[in-house]
């Protein structure tokens, strides 16, 4: 995977911050709506990450959040270090 890329980026960030929402990896990235739920539809299935709930901004409220596979973290925490 090319480090320049976003699936690299965005699996770095998921990493760094597991159930990261889809507004915040578009705050971490500068990337738009679009491009963000693209990357995170080819990483899923990939099988690269998980969705699960996490609490979203409304009380109550879950939403979709991102965590790698551990068969995926453990090799790409190698890569980046």
């Known amino acids: 995977m090319n480090p320049r890329s976003h699936r690299f980026i965005l699996c770095d ?15 971490a990235t500068g990337l738009d709506k679009n491009t963000i739920g693209e990357e995170i539809q080819d990483l899923i299935e990939l099988n690269f990450i998980d ?3 996490v609490d979203g901004s409304t009380p109550g409220h879950k939403v979709p959040g991102f965590v790698l596979k551990d068969k995926i973290s453990s090799p790409f925490k190698e890569i980046i270090a």
């Open 51 to 53: 969705s699960i709930k």
């Open 13 to 27: 960030i998921i990493l760094e911050t597991p159930g990261i929402r889809a507004i915040e990896l578009m705050e």
